[in-house]
């Protein structure tokens, strides 16, 4: 491979063409075409206007990510007769990519313990058996969810689960951005974005931080592009250099893509010590008192608590601050510079930030620099989390979480004619900790891959083990399918994805944004295909476990009436209702600020102090390692490589770090020598819940003492370290040590 020195571009280029081109080609043209937002990442692209039309009107914006999502949509149905040959045990030695290649589910399945096969059953049967299952002891039932499926769908099932008596309802934003939402409430009253995409297009300044745009949200570099071209400036904070946040060739672009090279994205890019965002946050935060650009009068006016984190500021060394997060002074007083001398500030973070195990202070310090700052609540300027899942917001909206609103809380008593159960829910850690201890009977998963997401695979397969019966809702196969059974009965049921649903859907975008999602056909519709609607499936449960009042469940497959109970009971979503027929997407109210009055009580933002994390390296004896083994200490960060969403690998390699491979580990060159080694080199790595033999040393942009590796394959070497504040595990700070030959 030849070094990359731009993200996106030509590879891009080249993935549209030959995927547009294949003999699917034609079904990937009309499914973009199709009137329904992106599959794939909240930016929230496609909806009634066209599939390339992104929240401001602008054309052009489907990118190859988007493509990736429908082509694996669109494979052919897994043959009827393949479970019927096919044993479990083969089935458990697919990889990621193997198991999605199988194609879609299609008729429903299940795995009784003991058999060496998955089975085909009927629907019947699947209800029967769904229906016992979830008649259990509501504290020993829980639902988990993943943010691809329908508000509606959502919806329903958090519906479901209430009426049920259970707040058992985890969700894949327990292990993402559940500290931001978390914080975000705490200071502006409000969870998600307070910036639109119109409010991003009028910034100066984008500080971006722990966020791989290039590869997870690529038309939000489309946005930065457009601010550099004006002048403005944007500031990377990230421990790795990923090559398309300093420059990126954009297809929206493509003069300048091919004359260029493309486009010129940070301006200063800094590489902080993994898990040290707040220290260089509250150095930011020093140096603006220090060159005299605090915003006081905004201070006084619209915020609360300032003075404790302007005394803490003051009060910490710079001796502390930059060595807590590596950096020199002057690097972190040029970003000060460059945010209090700038007109408008957007402060944008993605999983650097949220997966550690100072989540939510991380949020409260970019938070707090805002502030300071001035910058939050005008047009062009605020606190944008970048959301993960093409519907991973609206699941929050709709209610799926275990940190419900007091408003939907007190709406949906009333809907239900009683009050919701008092018995605090499960989030995703709580959950597998619950199974693990045997107090988990039923688990409803609404897609997802709940086993691969988690760390420590290991306690995640023995957790599920333990729970009697395990429904897996979904449309491909993955990993969890295979690895994730439950002690008596696994259930698979194959449903239709968003382009497929009967009926008209919506969703949200990370901005905010309600899409309205077109009917839809199934390439998959026919003989020997049973799929069903998301929504035709929870209704016809909550039917025959709950019946027909206070609720009309039947009522409810026209998902019309479930938009009209979500008017009734879910904030800001009103305009809902008339959406099928207005055809009129809209941005939910008391999100977006653009004045300095917030949501909380006193219409003030709330400053919290945030202590600066105290970082510690284990040594090799805390692995079980003699100190004189050969090797080193690193601390890892695992995420996502360009050709994968999530569990589901599409492609093995990453062009753009170099990783020819599943099996490689990004280090700094300096590292590779200290640990004498050499490029390519396989060694060991081990954490502190398993190891992975035979790993490939790659030589790439960290910055000293921190490395890179994939996931879910990394998911095997370590456990969970939450935040105590938000219950999301530290996935970017996992110490392991790295040294070379066989396992000992
Ligand atoms: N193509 C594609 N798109 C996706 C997804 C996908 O898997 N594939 N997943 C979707 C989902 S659910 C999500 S949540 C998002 C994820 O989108 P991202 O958050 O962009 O993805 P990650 O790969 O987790 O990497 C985040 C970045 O954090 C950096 N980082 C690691 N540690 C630190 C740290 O301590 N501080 C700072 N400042 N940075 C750090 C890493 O180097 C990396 O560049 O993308 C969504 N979009
Ligand atoms: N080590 C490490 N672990 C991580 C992370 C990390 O950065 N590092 N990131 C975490 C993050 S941010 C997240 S969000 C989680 C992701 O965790 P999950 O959301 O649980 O996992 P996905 O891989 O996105 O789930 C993919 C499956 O969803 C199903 N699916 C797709 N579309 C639909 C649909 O329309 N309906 C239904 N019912 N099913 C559908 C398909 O069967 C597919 O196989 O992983 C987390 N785990
Ligand atoms: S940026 Fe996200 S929403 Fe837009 S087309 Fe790409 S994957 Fe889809
Ligand atoms: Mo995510």
């Not at 990889?95 to 299940?110: A, H, T």
């Not at 040029?334 to 195990?357: K, L, P």
Request: proline letters at 6%; aromatic letters at 8%; glycine letters at 10%.
């Amino acid at each position: 491979m030849s070094e990359p020195t731009t993200g996106g571009g030509l590879p891009v280029l080249q993935y549209w063409l030959e995927q547009t081109l294949s003999p699917q080609g034609l079904s990937i043209w009309q499914t973009l075409n199709h009137h329904s937002a992106c599959l794939s990442c909240a930016w929230g692209t496609g909806g009634q206007k066209g599939g390339f039309v992104n929240e401001a009107g602008e054309y052009l914006q489907r990118c190859a990510k988007s493509v990736e999502a429908i082509a694996a949509e669109l494979q052919p149905a897994i043959p009827p007769n393949f479970f019927s040959q096919v044993k479990l045990n083969e089935l458990q030695q697919l990889n990621s990519q193997q198991c999605d290649r199988l194609g879609r589910w299609s008729y429903p399945l299940i795995y009784r313990a003991g058999a060496d096969k998955y089975q085909r059953i009927s629907w019947e049967e699947v209800y029967q058996i769904a229906t016992s299952a979830l008649r259990q002891p509501p504290e020993r039932i829980a639902s988990y969810s993943s943010g691809r499926s329908s508000n509606e769908a959502a919806y329903l099932l958090q519906l479901l689960f209430r009426a049920l008596g259970s707040n058992n309802l985890a969700d894949c934003s327990d292990l993402c951005h559940a500290p931001s939402t978390i914080g975000l409430k705490q200071v502006f009253g409000s969870g998600t974005s307070m910036v639109s995409l119109e409010g991003l297009q009028h910034a100066d300044c984008v500080v971006l931080v722990g966020s791989n745009a290039p590869a997870n949200h690529p038309r939000l570099m489309n946005e930065l592009i457009k601010i550099r071209d004006k002048g403005g400036k944007i500031i990377i904070i990230n421990p790795q250099l990923e090559i398309g946040l300093v420059k990126f060739a954009s297809p929206a672009f493509p003069i300048k893509s091919l004359l260029k090279g493309g486009s010129e994205i940070s301006t200063l890019y800094l590489q902080p010590i993994p898990g040290s965002d707040v220290a260089l946050f509250v150095g930011i935060q020093k140096s603006l008192i220090e060159q005299n650009l605090l915003k006081t009068d905004y201070l006084q006016a619209y915020t609360e608590g300032y003075q404790a984190v302007l005394d803490y500021a003051a009060q910490t060394s710079w001796a502390d601050i930059t060595a807590t997060c590596g950096l020199f002074q002057e690097e972190i007083e040029e970003a000060a510079y460059i945010i209090g001398t700038s007109g408008r500030v957007v402060f944008a973070w993605a999983m650097g930030i949220t997966q550690q195990r100072n989540g939510v202070h991380n949020v409260h310090s970019i938070a707090n620099t805002a502030l300071i700052t001035g910058n939050a609540g005008k047009l062009g300027a605020g606190t944008m989390p970048i959301r993960g899942h093409s519907n991973v917001q609206g699941f929050g909206s709709m209610g799926v979480t275990v940190h419900l609103r007091a408003e939907i809380q007190q709406a949906l008593a009333q809907l239900l004619g009683h009050p919701l159960s008092n018995t605090p829910g499960y989030d995703t850690r709580a959950l597998i900790e619950a199974a693990d201890q045997g107090k988990i009977d039923t688990l409803f998963c609404l897609g997802g891959n709940l086993y691969a997401a988690n760390p420590d695979l290991t306690q995640a397969q023995r957790a599920l083990s333990k729970i009697d019966t395990i429904i897996y809702v979904a449309t491909k196969p993955n990993l969890g399918h295979f690895h994730g059974l439950a002690k008596q009965n696994t259930l698979i049921l194959p449903v239709f994805n968003r382009f497929e649903n009967p009926q008209p859907t919506t969703t949200e975008s990370g901005n905010n944004f309600v899409r309205l999602n077109d009917p839809g056909r199934s390439h998959l519709q026919g003989a020997n295909a049973e799929l069903v609607s998301e929504v035709e499936l929870l209704t016809e449960l909550a039917d025959r476990l709950l019946g027909e009042t206070p609720i009309n469940w039947r009522k409810l497959q026209d998902t019309r009436y479930v938009r009209k109970l979500i008017t009734k009971t879910i904030p800001g979503y009103q305009q809902i209702e008339k959406m099928e027929k207005t055809k009129e997407e809209f941005t939910i109210d008391g999100r977006i600020f653009t004045e300095p009055k917030f949501a909380t009580p006193s219409q003030k933002a709330q400053m919290f102090v945030t202590p600066l994390p105290k970082l510690s390296l284990p040594t090799k004896s805390d692995f079980g390692l003699p100190e004189d083994v050969p090797g080193i200490i690193l601390i890892l960060g695992t995420g996502r490589s360009y050709g994968q969403h999530n569990t589901v690998v599409y492609r093995p390699y990453d062009k753009y770090r170099e990783m020819p491979h599943r099996h490689c580990i990004l280090m700094n060159i300096n590292d590779i020598n200290r640990g004498g080694f050499s490029e390519h080199q396989r060694v060991t790595v081990k954490g502190d819940a398993g190891i992975l033999d035979n790993i490939e040393i790659i030589a790439g942009g960290m910055r000293e003492g921190a490395a890179f590796m994939f996931y879910p394959e990394a998911n095997i070497l370590f456990k969970a370290d939450i935040d105590p504040d938000s219950g999301t595990p530290a996935y970017k700070r996992v110490p392991v040590v790295v040294y070379g030959g066989e396992s000992q």
